[in-house]
C-alpha cells in the first residue's frame, strides 16, 4: 500500500489553512503524494511548491471544479499545465460567477434576518468563495456550532441561504481540464445521486473515480472499485482536507494498493 492525497483545499478557496501548512501535515502524516486541488483557482500553488522542496513530500498542481451538475458534481484534474493563460482565464470567470452567488446567498439571508455582510464572508479567502465561507462567519457570530449546522440550516436546496449553483456543465468541466492537458476524476461519488451519467462522461473524456476517500468504509471502497473498473476508470484517493474546525480536519493521506499508485503515475507521467 501507498499514502497518497490527491484532494486538498487551502485558503485559496473554502480550506482553513495554507498551503504550506498542508505540505507540513503531509510530511507529518507520512504522505508520499500531495495534490493541492482548491476549488477554481491554482493561486495556492507556488507557495505549496516552495514550502514542498526538500520536505520529502512530492507536491502537484491540481483542481477542483464544481459543476452545476445536481450542484454537487466536483471534477478533480491533475497533470494540469497550471500556467497556462487560457486555463486561469477561465478559472478567474468561474471564480466571477461563485462570487456574485455568494453575494445573492448573503442578500437572501439579509432578507432573512441575519446580519451578515458580503465583505465580511468574502474577506475569509484569498481568492475563490464558497458556501463554507459564509458558514464560518454564521460561526464566527455564534450563530451556527459548525459549517455542517450552517449547511444544514441556511446553506442547502430548500433552506432561506440557497441559490442555484452557477458552475459549469460536467462537460465544460472535463473539457476544460483536458484542454489543459490534465486527465479527470470525479470526487467523492457518494454525492451524485445519479451515477448513470458516469458512461456518458467517461465517452466525453472522463478517466477516473475517486474510490479512496476519508468517508468510505471498506464496503465502499469495493463497490466504487468495481464501477471504476466496469467503465474502465483509474481509481484515485483523497481525504478532502479543509483544514482545522472544517469538520474535514483529520490526518491526511489515504491508503492505496500499489497497482493503483502504479497506474495513477503512469497516466500522470504522460501528461508533462
Ligand atoms: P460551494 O462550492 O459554494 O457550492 O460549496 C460547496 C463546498 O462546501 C464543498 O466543496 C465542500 O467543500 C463544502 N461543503 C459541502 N457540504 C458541506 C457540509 N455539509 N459541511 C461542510 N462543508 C460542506
Ligand atoms: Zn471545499
Ligand atoms: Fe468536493
Ligand atoms: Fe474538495
Known sequence: MRKVDFHTHSKYSDGTTTPQDIVARAKRDGVEILFLTDHDTVSGFPEARDAAKGSGVLLHCGIEINTIYQDNLHILGYGIRWEDAGFRERLEEFQGR??????RMVEALRKH??????DDVAGQSLETLG?????DLLRRKGIVQNRQEAFNRYLIKGKPGYVESMGPSAEEAIALIRDAG????VAHPETVADLEALSRWTRYGLEGLEVYYSTHTPSDIVRYGRLAES????CTGGTDFHGPGSGRDKALGVEVPDEVYDRFMDRLAKCF
Request: hydrophobic share 45%.
Open 182 to 185: 490534465g486527465f479527470c476524476s
Open 98 to 103: 461563485r462570487r456574485l452567488r455568494i453575494e
Open 131 to 135: 458556501r463554507p465561507h459564509i458558514a
Open 113 to 118: 434576518g441575519l446580519d451578515i455582510s458580503f
Open 231 to 234: 467503465l474502465g476508470l483509474l
